[in-house]
Every structure is written in structure tokens, then in C-alpha cells.
């Protein structure tokens, strides 16, 4: 069973950068697994922020930014903004038609 | 403007059934892989089902496979998962969302969610 890891939760303080991580309980992630990341608050359907490893949605400000760090991909904030207040979720193509989510971080802007 | 907009969610007792929906505009519905994804009260998201965008290809998670169908009917630009042998712990709220290819990758659009409510 295929496990994709996530911080369960991080802390930043307004205008500082936080960067939140996604790996796998086995083996490192690649731009292969197309990862993406998506923003959710509660009660609300989630929006998608960055998909592809790098390309970010339409409409999406400049200060989210995703990457390749190491053996995880990565979603950094830079200038992190009060409305940044939110679960985030990355996701990995396994292949064969399936997709796996990661656990998710909440992330707290205080 | 690409919208997905879900129905059909609701009440159903353990192992009853239920057919959710998702209107698909905006774009070129036969030309994108589809998927449900759904989310559990206080859970996180977990991708359940998919479909190429023929409908020739479907992917199924373990926890639904052998009681979820998906399908989509083209021509009417809509999405379908019927739901059998329901749980519990199917209760969630039901995503309909769009890769953001015609090829199997994430999601780019979701629909605001329908909410299924499994109990006695």
C-alpha cells in the first residue's frame, strides 16, 4: 500500500516562507508522478494551485511555487498571507490509471 | 468558463444504492479524463474512480471496486458514478474533477461536491 507523506502541520508567520514537502513511504518523487498541489479550506471544494511538478493554475498568485527537492516534491509559499490559512494537498500519478493523495499539512499563518 | 457541477447526493441506508452525477461546460468534455474523488467528514481527499475520456478506460480504487461503476455519457457532457453495496464509511462528500490532459494526469477543475450520507 502506497503511502504519500505530507507535514501534518506547519506554522509561518505573515510574510515569511514555509515549504511543505511530498514523499512516498517507498522510493523518491519525480517529476514522473506529475505532482500537484491543491488548497482547501473547510467546507469548500479544493482549488488547484500548482499541477505538473511546476505550472501553476490559472489565476494563481506568484508567491505559490512548486518544485523537485531531493526525493520529495515540494510547495513553497513566499510572503505567506493571512488567506494562505489552509489545508494543502499533493497528489502523485501512481500509474495505470490511479492516483494517490497525500496525508495533507495544515498550514496556520500566525 | 469550465464548470462541473455534481448531484444526486443525499440519505441511503447501508447497502443501498445511489447514482451521482456531474454536468460537465466549458470545454471540451470527450477530449478529458475524469475522475470522483471524495472526502470523508474531517478526513482528508482520496481519489476513487476514473475514466479516459471515451470511456473505453476505467480505474477503479480498492475501496470501491466491485460496488462503484463509472461512466459518462459524451453526448449529453456528463459524468456518472453508481454507487451499490453502500457503507458506512462511504459517507463523504463526491468530487467530480478534470485532468488537466486528455491523458492520465491531475486534476486542474473540481466541482463544489455532493454530499453522501451512508446510515440507518
Known amino acids: 500500500q502506497t503511502v504519500v507523506t505530507q507535514e501534518p502541520s506547519f506554522s509561518v508567520s505573515p510574510g515569511g516562507t514555509v515549504t511543505l514537502t511530498c514523499g512516498l513511504s517507498?522510493?523518491?518523487?519525480?517529476?514522473?508522478?506529475?505532482p500537484s498541489w491543491y488548497q482547501q479550506t473547510p467546507g469548500q471544494a479544493p482549488r488547484t494551485l500548482v499541477y505538473s511538478t511546476k505550472t501553476r493554475a490559472s489565476g494563481v498568485p506568484d508567491r505559490f511555487s512548486g518544485s523537485i527537492l531531493g526525493n520529495k516534491a515540494a510547495l513553497t509559499i513566499t510572503g505567506a498571507q493571512a488567506d494562505d490559512e489552509s489545508d494543502y494537498y499533493c497528489i502523485l500519478y501512481m500509474g495505470s490509471g490511479s492516483f494517490v493523495f497525500g496525508t495533507g499539512t495544515k498550514v496556520s499563518v500566525l | 468558463e469550465v464548470q462541473l457541477v455534481e448531484s444526486g447526493g443525499g440519505l441511503v441506508q447501508p447497502g443501498g444504492s445511489l447514482r451521482l452525477s456531474c454536468a460537465a461546460s466549458?470545454?471540451?468534455?470527450?477530449?478529458?479524463?475524469m475522475s470522483w474523488v471524495r472526502q470523508a467528514p474531517g478526513k482528508g481527499l482520496e481519489w476513487v474512480l476514473g475514466?479516459?475520456?471515451?470511456?473505453?478506460?476505467?480505474y477503479y480504487a480498492d475501496s470501491v471496486k466491485g460496488r462503484f461503476t463509472i461512466s459518462r455519457d459524451n453526448s449529453k457532457n456528463t459524468l456518472y458514478v453508481e454507487m451499490n453495496s453502500l457503507r458506512a464509511e462511504d459517507t463523504a462528500v463526491y468530487y467530480c474533477?478534470?485532468?488537466?490532459?486528455?491523458?492520465?494526469?491531475?486534476?486542474?477543475?473540481w466541482g463544489q461536491g455532493t454530499l453522501v450520507t451512508v446510515s440507518s
Open positions: 517507498s522510493g523518491s518523487v519525480s517529476s514522473s508522478y506529475y
Open positions: 466549458g470545454f471540451s468534455f470527450s477530449s478529458f479524463v
Open positions: 474533477a478534470r485532468s488537466y490532459s486528455a491523458n492520465w494526469r491531475p486534476f486542474d477543475h
Open positions: 475514466i479516459s475520456g471515451t470511456g473505453d478506460n476505467t
